[in-house]
């Protein structure tokens, strides 16, 4: 419930409604106008949650859109040909115009690590496809039933099984066929059909890891539309044919999907719940069977209703939402919302002591990773996909493991360990569980006992240092020992292909001036240095090459990597010097103009066929059914 991809989900059906316009426009205004919604379709998807099920979205709800095209007759109103021409020509305009999005995005992944570096394809057994139907099916495969990928609800399954078993339908209703099978590509990558072995091969699927879970996405969106024809299809021929075989050939491939399922589950015994809702949901099926024989021949309303009315609830009664139940572990129960700005007498003494730039980090679960932006703090961890990768391997050396084991706590008996670390990372400052009694941590000086216990290190590296000396290290281990094993007080040290041969190599005799009159902003980092004699100025802030822009007392000067992850300058001459770093990735400048470019395609794109519309003759009354 709370993953982003639920965004992309959700604004994934305009695609295919705004498919559905371009199919059914009669003119190029109407074009103009739903060629721009579909535009502004992709573009919230594209950017709205995940990358991943972004991607899959895009690409399978697109597909069905000209799967629509495809099968559209043949009539007045623009061609399909040009339809297709017009949005391919409105879609390389999207791809220019979003360019400063994709093109950082894709020169980050570039020098980041990622859970998804090693291929890999975690896909759903075909077998287990009526879990798609109802997820209490998938769960049923670990022991603590926990949700393993998205699904629907069983309505959509009988509404879709009874369908099928009149499959002419699908003949008639042209555009349903063209969904099915477009629907059929998601289907063949979840449910592995397509083999893992051919996906990870594939450039860019090869790193989806979760590719059921991704390619299930599409098919929520998918599968309910083509449910919706078949029922439509239903309502229209009910006097056609007796109802007892089409409700008999529903359980049978109902029956075919459970066997399956049964047959290849590794959980041997279902649980209590699992076995009385499945009964539940048996009990639905034969309510509403009833529903439908009172509605064909004579129709007696009476019945229909009340069918509907024990049918109905039996079978979505799991899938509504609750405030508390004995059985929460299956149901939707969001409870109160949490106040992610609740006063806190803790951060109270924490921003009192708000200065230069210092870090956070809390202690067990306290600060759980990423929140720290909610209360304008910086800390060590996040949830994002894409790491650093010098920082990634840095954190391994130094053990730092909830780095990349973000929801796993940090326990208390560390501090001694990791003191020398996250002095090193400018962490000042960390939040303890509030016990009964008061702990004192080796290193740490306690500044209150509030909700939480406030904790300082004295002894914390300033974000920014200058120094005269640069020390050499061969690999990221040998590195390590010189922040653990060192006098505990600031250095520099790069390796050997990266140190500047005319700086001091000892640390015995280093000056160290921290760095004074911080500005910071979304996108800068500014500070003033005090140099004793040439040397470099040391920022703890990770390195990306080419991404940045320094300015050395207002004149650009190169920048380079340093304490394995972060980014230094060469200070050339003594004396005080203001330093100015801004995040401007690789390309973005030509990335920004693409995007004036794309922008203004779109437009002239819009103009022309707005200005063209005025005389194109009107589709007719009976348009295409999408």
């Known amino acids: 419930i709370i993953h982003p ?24 205004r109407e074009l103009a106008a739903w060629l721009g919604a579909l535009l502004a379709a992709n573009y919230c998807v594209a950017t709205s949650g995940t990358a991943k099920e972004s991607v899959g979205l895009i690409a399978c709800l697109n597909l069905a859109g ?24 409105a879609a390389a305009g999207l791809g220019l115009a979003a360019a400063p999005f994709w093109m950082s995005f894709l020169t980050t992944l570039r020098h980041s690590f990622t859970s998804y570096d090693i291929p890999r394809a975690d896909q759903l057994p075909l077998a287990h496809l009526i879990g798609f139907f109802d997820d209490i099916f998938y769960r049923q495969n670990g022991g603590d039933e926990r949700v393993v990928a998205p699904a629907l609800n069983a309505f959509f399954l009988l509404v879709l099984l009874w369908s099928l078993t009149r499959p002419q339908w699908l003949l008639r ?16 990558f979840a449910f592995g059909i397509v083999p893992a072995a051919v996906i990870i091969r594939l450039p860019f699927l090869q ?31 009910r006097p056609a044919g007796p109802w007892l075989p089409r409700f008999a050939g529903t359980l ?8 399956a ?27 509403l069977a009833a529903g439908v024989a009172a509605g064909v021949g004579r129709p007696r309303g009476h019945l229909v209703v009340l069918a509907l009315a024990v049918g109905l609830p039996l079978l979505l009664w799991r899938h509504a939402q609750y405030g508390t139940t004995v059985f929460n572990h299956y149901a939707f129960t969001p409870g109160r919302r949490a106040d992610i700005h609740a006063p806190s007498p803790a951060l109270r003494e924490l921003e009192s002591r708000r200065g230069e730039p210092a870090r956070l980090i809390g202690w067990e679960l306290n600060l759980f990773p990423a929140y720290n932006t909610a209360l304008r703090w910086e800390s060590l961890y996040g949830v994002d996909a894409l790491r650093n990768l010098n920082y990634q391997r840095l954190a391994s050396a130094l053990k730092l493991e909830k780095v990349w084991l973000w929801d796993h706590p940090t326990p208390e008996s560390a501090v001694a360990d990791l003191q020398r670390a996250h002095d090193f990372l400018n962490v000042r400052y960390s939040l303890a569980n509030r016990l009964s009694r008061t702990r004192k941590f080796p290193g740490l000086t306690l500044l209150g006992e509030h909700d939480l216990d406030v904790y300082e290190s004295p002894t914390a590296w ?18 390590a020992a010189l922040v653990t094993r060192g006098d505990g007080r600031p250095f520099a040290a790069m390796t050997a292909d990266e140190r500047p041969a005319d700086v001091p190599a000892t640390l015995a005799d280093r000056t160290i001036r921290p760095a004074t009159d911080y500005r910071l902003t979304p996108n800068t980092t ?34 380079f990597r340093v304490n394995h992850a972060f980014k230094g300058v060469r200070i050339p001459h003594p004396g005080a010097h203001t330093i100015a770093f801004r995040y401007w990735p690789q390309h973005f400048t030509l990335a920004l103009w693409l995007a004036v470019a794309g922008l203004l395609w779109l437009a002239a794109l819009g103009v022309w066929l707005w200005r063209r519309g005025g005389g194109e003759e009107p589709c007719p009354a009976g348009r295409p059914e999408a």
């Open 5 to 28: 991809a639920n965004f992309s989900v959700g604004y994934s059906p305009w695609i295919l409604l705004a498919w559905v316009g371009l199919v059914q426009a009669g003119g190029r």
């Open 66 to 89: 000209l799967a629509l095209l495809v099968v559209r007759p043949r009539g007045p109103g623009p061609s399909r040909l040009k339809v297709l021409g017009l949005t391919v020509i």
């Open 173 to 188: 209703d042209k555009p349903a066929g063209a969904l099915l099978v477009a629907a059929g590509v998601p289907l063949a």
């Open 207 to 237: 790193n989806i890891l979760h590719v059921g879970n991704v390619f299930s996405c599409p098919l929520l969106v998918l599968v309910p539309v083509i449910a919706g024809c078949g029922l439509r299809d239903a309502l229209e021929n």
């Open 252 to 259: 049978g491939l109902a029956a075919v999907l459970v066997a």
């Open 261 to 287: 399922y049964f047959a290849t589950s590794r959980q041997t015994r279902p649980s209590a719940f699992f076995l009385g809702y499945a009964s539940s949901l048996g009990l639905a099926a034969a309510a």
């Open 462 to 479: 300033p974000r920014a240092f200058y120094t005269d000396r640069v020390a050499r290290y061969d690999t990221v281990e040998q590195f």
């Open 526 to 559: 500014t500070f003033t240095i005090q140099a004793d004699r040439p040397g470099i100025a040391v920022l703890t802030e990770t390195y990306y090459p080419d991404d940045f822009e320094v300015l050395l007392d207002g004149r650009p000067v190169p920048y």
